[in-house]
């Protein structure tokens, strides 16, 4: 028997607040609350359970061999820079060139280069020491040096692969990864200023007060490696891949002949090679490697991956279930759907997030609910996917609070205080949002028409 659409309907919804319950209140493992919500909405429009089970499977495993290998050398590059100590390099080298004057803006680029490969909260315990001297010394309040770095870190970890969100998305929607950093770079830019721009004014209006119990770091990199890596040796593990990607790209969009270097480039510019480039720079910046040490580095970043990429598999399975329901036909009919656009990923991947707090989930999910949808919204072309997945990535930024790990990791390590996190950084993230989705609307007149 086929269903109805408010059938479907009630079952989507009955899916979607399963999940944010279990996640948000019940802090069960995302994996587990998508998994449930496969059965929930499968059960609920009377699909048999071996269909259910065969759609999951099938879901899981397609996202699985189109991200897992990104997701995992993502993450090794990430530990490998942070445990080499090219993270702090490329700090203070940034610092020099803007001066103790600019602390603030050295903080905001290298937060924004440095979480190109490194997840944020990552990102901010790594160079939250740093930030904590610099605040010291220069006398500027730590809430503008805490927000300027975390949300230049955030905004690059909401919109661009490898970061688990935008990479998932990436792979359900059907975007080519090189194309989706080529322009999420740019869509970044306007993010990170506007976060930039409000810690600083926000927090000298609010400088709040320290709670005493700022979480001191032991960086690795300073205790495993004698000599520091210089500055290029610093910068080549994050700038080559994105180079490459970006080429890789080029070539394919111009659809250039497969002939001698064109070949190479788009050989290399796959995102798994050049990611692999990358990790092997990574391991060139460091000095006397141990056997011990390499496998314990290697080992940690395949566990931290593995994490990601059960919620990521359950992202799949959730929306393979979802496209067997007959949803994207149902609201396909729907001629009120295409006036919202962009407007409706956007706005559903910030109901979710801020209802249960991980931007990766909340992608994940609204990416699932989306795929079918594409033709409805006027979106299915290639240039709509990529305003798709870029315009779920700024929704996922809205809005970040005390149902977020990583406004946890900020107040931990920078010793704010509640009141100053959320005038100072929660609003930020509503800021940078509602901006990328401006930005979006600007670019989507000259992509989509």
Request: aromatic share 8%; net charge positive.
């Amino acid at each position: 028997m086929t269903p109805t659409f408010l059938q479907v309907l009630i079952c989507l919804i009955l899916g979607i607040v399963l999940i944010i319950i279990l996640t948000a209140r019940y802090r069960v493992h995302a994996f587990f609350a998508l998994l449930l919500a496969c059965f929930v909405v499968g059960v609920g429009v009377q699909m048999p359970v071996a269909d259910i089970l065969k759609h999951s499977k099938d879901g899981f495993g397609n996202i699985m061999r189109s991200l897992g290998f990104v997701i995992i050398l993502g993450a090794t590059l990430g530990g490998l820079l942070e445990h080499t100590g090219c993270t702090r390099v490329m700090a203070d080298f940034i610092l020099r060139k803007t001066g103790e004057k600019r602390a603030p803006l050295a903080m905001s680029l290298t937060g924004f280069i440095v979480g190109l490969p490194i997840f944020c909260d990552s990102g901010y315990i790594v160079l939250s020491g740093l930030n904590q001297s610099i605040a010291r010394k220069t006398g500027i309040a730590m809430s503008v040096m805490a927000v300027t770095l975390a949300t230049a870190l955030y905004s690059v970890h909401c919109l661009l692969p490898p970061h688990p969100g935008a990479a998932a998305a990436a792979g359900t929607i059907g975007v080519e990864f090189g194309k989706l950093i080529s322009i999420g770079l740019l869509v970044a830019i306007p993010a990170m200023l506007v976060g930039y721009w409000w810690a600083l004014y926000a927090g000298k209006k609010w400088p709040g007060e320290s709670n005493g119990q700022i979480t001191s770091v032991k960086h690795q990199s300073e205790e495993s490696v004698i000599a520091r890596p210089s500055v290029v040796a610093a910068f080549l593990p994050v700038i080559v891949p994105i180079l490459l990607i970006a080429l890789h790209s080029f070539f394919v969009m111009k659809q250039t002949a497969n002939t001698g270097w064109h070949t190479i480039i788009n050989v290399i510019g796959m995102p798994e090679v050049a990611l692999s480039i990358g990790v092997l720079l990574a391991f060139a910046a460091g000095r006397n490697w141990k056997r011990e040490k390499v496998g314990k580095l290697l080992t940690e970043s395949a566990e931290k991956a593995g994490g990601i990429l059960v919620i990521i598999g359950g992202g799949g399975a959730f929306g393979a279930v979802l496209a067997a329901t007959g949803l994207g036909k149902h609201l396909g009919n729907m001629e009120s759907l295409a006036s919202l656009g962009l407007l409706f990923p956007f706005l559903l991947t910030a109901v979710l997030k801020t209802a249960q707090g991980s931007s990766t989930v909340a992608i994940i999910t609204t990416a699932s609910i989306v795929l079918p949808l594409l033709p409805a919204l006027g979106l299915d072309s290639e240039n709509g996917k990529l305003i798709t997945v870029l315009s779920m990535g700024a929704g996922s930024m809205i809005i970040s609070h005390a149902n977020d790990s990583y406004f946890w990791v900020i107040a931990k390590f920078s010793g704010l205080d509640m009141r100053s996190m959320l005038r100072v950084y929660t609003l930020a993230t509503l800021w940078m949002g509602l901006t990328t989705l401006l930005v979006l609307y600007i670019l989507s007149f000259f992509l989509l028409n």
